[in-house]
């Protein structure tokens, strides 16, 4: 039997030591939904191991195939060209290892679930959502791509019952959290809540965070960490890269 592609899930990295413990986590639960399946975790900085020296000690053990997720919630920078680039390299350097890129986490109806979760565990009862505006707090990007997904997600959110859900970044883009907590206020909404849009600790959610403390939020939201949504929504993002991949050149 031909052994499925080993799932490198790409994280950015951060000198926060509560990513890459978020990341691992994260890995860990995806490992626990399908046993059998190895999962390794490689970082673009800061952190170790490099999605290279990864990548050189799987090739160096003799694995053929790797499908590499990015561990991304929209389609930016990273995703378009940090990860490609980085990959891109390894290819010419390991021309027995065949290297396929899978497709970002967002959007997806899992995230929302996530999401809400993480609101529910704040403190948010399923009765509140018709008194509550909800600030969806992403980490921020300068791709217009990106925060227009972002304004998407708040405005399909906001129909499935919530008063209000406005899109706010952490950096690059406007508004910020605290402002956009003070917009709510300033049109009457009684109860506001803060879901960060971002998958690990570090410092732009810390920036998220502080925001939402500065403007006087009702309720702050954790990150989506290793949430079983988001481990399921990896294994997805996986098998839908593995259908594919017949149809994709190796050198995409």
Do not use: M
């Given at each position: 039997m031909t052994a499925s592609p080993v799932l490198l899930v790409v994280a950015h990295g951060s000198r926060d030591p509560r990513h890459a413990a978020t990341v691992t986590a994260l890995a860990e639960r995806v490992r626990s939904l399908r046993p059998g399946l190895r999962v390794e975790t490689g970082f673009l900085d800061f952190c170790a191991p490099s999605v290279p020296r990864l990548l050189d000690r799987l090739a160096a053990e003799g694995v053929?195939?790797?499908?590499?997720?990015?561990?991304l919630l929209t389609r930016a920078f990273h995703a378009k060209s940090d990860i490609p680039g980085v990959l891109r390299e390894a290819r010419s350097r390991l021309p027995q290892l065949r290297i396929e890129q899978a497709d970002v986490l967002g959007p997806s109806p899992l995230l929302t679930t996530a999401l809400e979760q993480?609101?529910?565990?704040a403190g948010i009862r399923p009765g509140d959502r018709a008194s509550t505006g909800v600030v969806l707090a992403s980490a921020g990007s300068s791709d217009p791509e990106a925060i227009a997904v972002i304004a998407a997600i708040a405005r399909e959110w906001r129909h499935t019952g919530w008063c209000a859900v406005r899109p706010a970044f952490a950096s690059a883009s406007f508004p910020r959290t605290a402002d956009a907590v003070r917009a709510l206020r300033a049109d009457g909404v009684r109860r506001v809540a803060v879901a960060p849009y971002v998958i690990a600790p570090g410092r732009l959610p810390d920036r998220i965070a502080a925001g939402a403390r500065e403007a006087g939020a009702d309720i702050l939201a954790g990150v989506l960490g290793p949430a079983p949504e988001l481990a399921r929504l990896l294994l997805a993002r996986y098998d839908e890269s593995r259908t594919a991949r017949p149809l994709m050149a190796l050198s995409a």
């Open positions: 053929r195939e790797v499908i590499a997720l990015p561990l993480r609101l529910y565990e």
